[in-house]
């Protein structure tokens, strides 16, 4: 259990760290294409915002929660049980309204990709809204079963801890993965059809259309995927905190490099230190 303590305590801790120092390596790009750029506009404002700034709200809420300290200030065990399950049901829905939206953004990068195939991108807003509609429903149950046992407060500890699985959750996960390995497969496929002579034109248009990031993705996904098959509930709640960080890390860069190659005739290369 100590070694679980720590683990739950401390990652979650690295992955606040790790969201903040990514946010100060890229806040000057930030600031150039989202917030000095009048061409950006309030819908690109709207998704970056949510999709930088609330990964790194939750994530301090968690660490505070679970710091062994947040609950301190309330001797009533039922009550912070409650609270406990409450945190937890909105954990578990924020990660997925999260998710939903660092996918529209991968989905919308493949969109741009296949400019002149309207079959193709037809083919990909399909299968978004069938595995985002799916990837939900199975969400909302795992956050259900959370908040209705699932999660429990623990008065020695002072914390939150998750004591059982929700058996939908590696569904929910295995969802995901799917559709990433699907955007990666897309990327590559369009690459491949481009004309070219040389492999290293193939090369050069993967890396153009972002394609690194997208295996990144895949691979912090499957890492998620992994966990939640193999782990227990505390260990698996632990490596959540710190996966979702670096998912929310990378799902931002590639919005920064999206609209970077919107723009990139207009601004000049020195002002893109990080991407």
Known sequence: ???????????????????????????????????????????????????????????????????????????NVRTSRSWCRHFLYVFAIVTTLFTTLSNFVLAMRIYVIWDDRPKVKRILLSVFLVVMATGLAFAVTSAKEVQTGAGVYNPLLRMCTLTVKPWSLPVVLGIWVAFDLFAVLMA????????????????????????????????????????????????????????????????????????????????????????
């Open 1 to 75: 259990m100590s070694t679980a303590v720590f683990a739950t305590r401390y990652i979650s801790a690295v992955g606040v760290a790790v969201l903040l120092y990514d946010h100060l390596l890229t806040l000057g790009d930030e600031i150039v294409l989202f917030w000095q750029s009048s061409a950006a506009g309030l819908g690109y404002r709207s998704i970056f915002f949510f999709n930088r700034y609330l990964p790194e709200g939750v994530s301090i809420y968690t660490a505070y929660m679970i710091s062994g300290g947040a609950l301190n200030i309330d001797n």
């Open 188 to 275: 590559a496929y369009n690459a491949l059809e481009r004309p070219h002579k040389t492999h290293s034109d193939v090369i050069r248009t993967l890396h153009r259309d972002g394609v690194r990031m997208f295996v990144c993705l895949l691979l912090l996904r499957v890492a998620n995927f992994v966990v939640a098959l193999a782990g227990n509930a505390t260990y698996c709640f632990a490596a959540f905190t710190i996966l979702w960080a670096m998912c929310s890390v990378v799902s931002s860069r590639l919005q920064l490099r999206v609209e970077k190659l919107r723009w990139q005739g207009h601004l000049s290369p020195e002002e893109f230190l990080y991407l």
